[in-house]
């Protein structure tokens, strides 16, 4: 391996017609083995030259080549993978990241070169046995002294099997017996093949180097090469030639591992980020506690398996008969609709109905006690035994009377036979019937109520016949045996131009502004989720900053903008989940505490929380999260790693 830098220029640009010169002109070789010091002052330019080395810095002029292939004209990602496979980087400071444990050190260089797990910390461990610290690789860094943690630095440097070792001032920061061991290290790895060049101010330092290299004002004024014999060892395979990108897997475990150095503050903030979630999941079950309600009141008055169908009209046909009687009855069926109807898949009974309601001129009689009803209607399977309360259906030539109704006329009614007078038209019937049974139940239905005799719609026509008059139906019932195919049903009859019941009409409409009146108020509770993200903005913004300097190292270890991006984004991810699920179970607990209220008071759930709001709500916290941490996340990204590494 040959390294070749060639008329290397570097400027720092200090004001709009400003410059100052930190490299001018330098030309160096390097070859696998050696172990190279490059000293001078401060301001000399020898770290400028460690980071144009490293791939840190990418804007110059001239050119570096590492085995005739150029460096400086590689794109951002192949300078990453050049860091990542080329390069190990050893620091003054160490720049360990604190909340990581020294494995976990040690394999983050791995990780982002997406290994697998069992061969990652394989290698480290036989790195760190090589090293001297193969007991200590459980420890934090704060547990190490300054010898342990720059070993540990020299092990992550090696992890990846770099051909260019890079330490700056390797020995700056410890003892001159510690400094003595770590450089013993350094020349082991060089005499291993490697090539190894530190810079620093230090003499002593470069004693132990084959080769030192003295600059000065961004000029190579010295080059001293030692005759010592090089002991070439034929070098490890690379880690990993394949794909080289951080998993999102191994993103997410890197983001739990920096979360937990902050557990309390981030809890703080997955809790206040929930209280949203909680708030809008409970309004959108309020909505639909009420709502089911409301349908299964209705369904537990009718058959669930029969589906009553009208004609649509814009208003039902209304009349007065002689003598100023109201009387309200629907749009008649005509045989072709009726036909119509039955060719309905699914349906396997249809049966024919009339109801009128008329406020003058219906009385039913017993004995010297009358009472006048309202409606009159025929009896299908849309009635059923849980709707009569005492009785039974009628047969032919009985009738079944509301509850109310029949407690005006008789406590006892049933098997008792009553008159019936009423119109069809305007024509007067009037007709004895036995009472088989009683419809609803006062209690339930209340005294206002429209008072109603059922009677058979074969009664009827028949009875209507003797008069000459036609009754024709003005409701039809399509009867299924499986409840699964009513909606199907009810669906096609809209289709086809006709219309459901009143109830459900009325229910529809109900039904639509509990939805809206549902969604307002949750919009409302959403409010809090943007002071959430705006929580969470900052908070990500915070951690930016405060790990600045651990992104400088992952930079400086071949992390991606993708990768960077990736942890943070990640980091959100596990707040918004968070948020998310402890939102969802404080919901699930007030939705226990308040139908355990509402269902002593009124025998009702009035929070329902289902399947499809509780993933929602998840969903919605973890996209919010997620927007959130984008800004924050992007920022971190483009950090640049020279400026972070140096970043206190």
Avoid: C, W
């Avoid at 030309?27 to 002052?41: A, D, K, P, R, T």
């Amino acid at each position: 391996m040959i390294l070749d830098i060639k008329n290397v220029v570097k400027d720092y640009k200090l004001s709009r017609n400003n410059k100052f010169r930190a490299l001018n002109g330098i030309n160096l070789n390097f070859e696998s083995g050696q172990l190279v010091s490059i000293i001078g002052e401060s301001g000399s330019g020898k770290s400028t030259l460690m980071n144009v080395i490293g791939g840190l810095d990418n804007d110059y002029q001239g050119d570096i080549l590492l085995d005739k292939v150029s460096v400086h004209n590689q794109s951002e990602k192949e300078l990453d993978k050049y860091r990542k496979n080329k390069i190990g980087f050893v620091f003054q400071s160490f720049n360990l990241i604190p909340h990581l444990k020294v494995l976990d050190n040690i394999t983050v260089a791995m990780t982002l070169s997406n290994v697998k797990k069992s061969e990652r910390i394989k290698r480290a461990k036989k790195i760190l046995k090589d090293v001297g610290l193969k007991d200590q690789m459980y420890k934090k860094p704060n547990q190490l002294s300054g010898g342990e943690q720059q070993r540990v630095a020299i092990a992550r440097a090696l992890i990846n099997n770099p051909d260019i070792i890079l330490a700056d001032e390797p020995t700056g920061s410890l003892d001159s017996e510690t400094s003595e061991q770590i450089l013993d290290l350094i020349k082991i790895i060089a005499n291993q093949g490697k090539l190894v060049i530190m810079v620093t101010h230090s003499e002593k330092v470069a004693e132990y180097s084959d080769r030192v290299i003295t600059i000065s004002d961004g000029l190579i004024i010295k080059d001293e090469k030692k005759m010592n014999e090089k002991k070439m060892i034929i070098g490890e395979e690379k880690i990993n030639t394949g794909k080289q990108n951080l998993s999102f897997k191994d993103a997410v475990g890197m983001a739990l591992k920096n979360m937990k150095e902050k557990i309390g503050r981030n809890l703080l903030v997955s809790i206040g980020a929930s209280i949203g979630i909680t708030s809008v999941i409970i309004m959108l079950s309020i909505g639909n506690g009420v709502g089911k309600y409301m349908t299964n009141t209705m369904n537990e008055y009718v058959n669930p398996n029969a589906v009553e169908v009208h004609q649509l009209s814009e208003e039902n046909d209304q009349t007065d008969s002689p003598g100023g009687i109201m009387t309200t009855e629907s749009k008649p069926f005509e045989q072709a609709n009726i036909d119509e109807l039955t060719k309905i898949k699914n349906v396997d009974k249809v049966e024919l109905a009339y109801s009128k309601l008329s406020f003058r001129g219906n009385v039913a009689k017993i004995g010297d006690k009358e009472s006048s009803f309202q409606n009159l209607s025929t009896v299908s399977s849309n009635i059923t035994s849980e709707n009569i309360t005492a009785g039974t259906k009628p047969n032919a030539g009985e009738v079944m009377l509301s509850a109310n109704l029949a407690s005006e006329l008789d406590d006892n009614i049933i098997g008792k036979t009553i008159d019936v007078e009423f119109l069809i038209g305007e024509t007067a019937f009037s007709e004895s019937f036995k009472v088989s049974g009683i419809f609803g139940d006062i209690a339930q239905n209340g005294m206002n109520d429209f008072s109603t005799v059922f009677i058979n719609y074969a009664d009827l026509t028949s009875l209507a016949k003797t008069k000459d008059v036609v009754v024709k139906p003005n409701t039809v019932y399509l009867v299924t045996d499986n409840q699964d195919n009513v909606k199907t049903i009810k669906d096609k009859v809209l289709a086809l131009g006709y219309t459901g019941s009143m109830e459900e009409r009325l229910l529809g409409m109900f039904t639509e502004m509990l939805a809206v009146v549902t969604y307002i108020l949750a919009a409302i509770a959403a409010i809090s989720l943007v002071v959430s993200a705006i929580m969470i903005l900052v908070v990500m913004y915070i951690s930016v900053v405060e790990r600045t300097r651990e992104i400088g190292v992952l930079k400086a270890i071949g992390a991606r903008r993708k990768d960077i991006k990736r942890i943070f984004v990640a980091e959100s991810f596990l707040i918004g989940l968070v948020s998310g699920l402890f939102g969802l179970m404080v919901a699930v607990l007030l939705m226990f505490a308040i139908n355990a209220v509402t269902r002593n008071q009124f025998s009702v759930d009035l929070v329902i929380i289902s399947g499809s709001y509780a993933l929602f709500a998840i969903l919605v916290s973890v996209g919010i999260s997620v927007l959130a941490g984008l800004a924050p996340a992007s920022k971190a990204a483009k950090l640049d790693p020279v400026e972070s590494l140096r970043r206190e």
